[in-house]
């Protein structure tokens, strides 16, 4: 069986080291552990290492030590993903001013990703993004992408006795 392939936007990241919100940090650290467990076929954009490049140096080392402990797939800017990203703000989507968070989108939807993991419910995780992405992916001939938080990718005990 296909492992799912998940993007990880740079919220994900962050929330592995993030004491000031503990509960989300939690449910992260588990999902790295399913990651960990290779769950999952894990991609990254360049546009999640510049943002994580721009963290205080404590936090940057940090961040790259957990990256070092999974496997990834890197996916570099292209015309293809720069077109889809201008879309999502064309469409009303998102803003112009969001342009990275669209950029998370288009790299995710051209890798042919199942799931984007994103802990930013504000511009990636609600109703609107999700009917919209959709309405790109169907109208231009995509995958269908599922955007969700981290905790809805947590596998459970229950889970692995039903098998």
Known sequence: MRKPKLYLDTSVISHLSQPDA????????QLWEDIKAGMYEVYVSST???EIDQCKPEKLQILYEYLSQIE??????TEEIST???????????????????????????ASCDYIA?????????????????????LHGYRSIDIVPPNMLLHTDDEESED
Do not use: Q
Request: a positive charge.
């Open 118 to 138: 994103s802990w930013n419910f504000k511009h990636l995780v609600n109703v609107k993004t999700v009917n919209g992405v959709r309405a790109i992916t169907n």
């Open 22 to 29: 503990p509960e989300k940090m939690a449910d992260t650290l």
């Open 72 to 77: 990834y797939k890197m996916i570099t800017g």
């Open 84 to 110: 889809i990203a201008h879309k999502i703000i064309e469409l009303g989507i998102l803003r112009p001013k969001s342009i990275d968070d669209c950029m998370h989108i288009a790299s995710a939807v051209v």
């Open 48 to 50: 999640t290492l510049d």
